[in-house]
């Protein structure tokens, strides 16, 4: 399955920041996805980044706030933007590679102050 | 509307008892069906998928899984549970286009 390298493993940010996380993976990918987990919570889809396309936001999340790159199929960044306490989640980026299922990053856990 | 649903929030066994987490899926099809467990700050790992053909699928560390299409059903199981277990486990289903989590089985192990 697909090795993901993802920084930072975690961050303390001021409110009203923003802070971008990168995702590196091992080899090419179609689709890159990107979920928020909430403390206590399972994880939601924020958005999954097609190269070369914009990408598809879920509900309940827009382009402004978590603006996203993928400029190759090995790589792809997501900025919290504007942060506030309410943003404090861990952060994973995830691919689909066809018959590995859905590999994780190690996540980025996000504290607001 | 897809879902998965685990009942149980949190479990607790005894080190070397059996473990069985409960996962129940709501989909017109036969889903892709994963299983995941997040060690406490970390990412999450993946223990065993089931795509197609035999219908109990063995995974890593031991894991196992049994997909019951009457029940859609996708239970995991461990015959004898060890401290380093304790984490947190999530089931999975995929329908191709979207990827769905349930909420999560939190996992105590006591010595």
């Known amino acids: 399955s697909a090795v993901i390298s993802q920084k930072p493993s975690r961050d303390i940010c001021q409110r009203g920041t923003s802070l971008t996380i990168q995702c590196q993976v091992d080899s090419q990918v179609t689709m890159m996805f990107w979920y928020r987990q909430q403390p206590g919570q399972s994880l939601t889809l924020i958005a999954t980044?097609?190269?070369?396309?914009?990408?598809?936001?879920e509900s309940g999340f827009v382009i402004d706030k978590f603006p996203i790159s993928r400029p190759n199929l090995t790589f792809s960044t997501l900025t919290v933007s504007n942060m506030s306490p309410e943003d404090s989640s861990i952060y994973l980026c995830?691919?689909?590679?066809?018959?590995?299922?859905?590999?994780f990053g190690s996540g980025t856990r996000l504290t607001v102050v | 509307a897809q879902s998965v649903t685990q009942p149980d929030i949190h479990i607790t066994v005894s080190e070397g008892a059996s473990l069985e987490l409960r996962c129940n899926y709501s989909?017109?099809?036969?889903?892709?069906l994963f299983w995941y467990v997040q060690s406490p700050g970390q990412g999450l790992q993946l223990l065993l998928k089931y795509f197609s053909g035999d219908t109990l699928v063995q995974g890593i560390k031991g894991f196992e899984a049994e997909f019951k299409r009457s029940q859609s059903s996708f239970n995991l199981r461990k015959p004898s549970v060890h401290w380093s277990d304790a984490a947190e486990y999530f089931c999975?289903?995929?329908?191709?286009?979207?990827?769905?989590f349930g909420t999560g089985t939190s996992l105590t192990v006591i010595p």
């Open positions: 995830s691919v689909s590679r066809e018959n590995y299922g859905y590999t």
């Open positions: 999975a289903v995929s329908t191709g286009n979207q990827f769905y």
């Open positions: 989909y017109g099809a036969t889903p892709y």
């Open positions: 980044a097609n190269q070369g396309s914009e990408a598809t936001y």
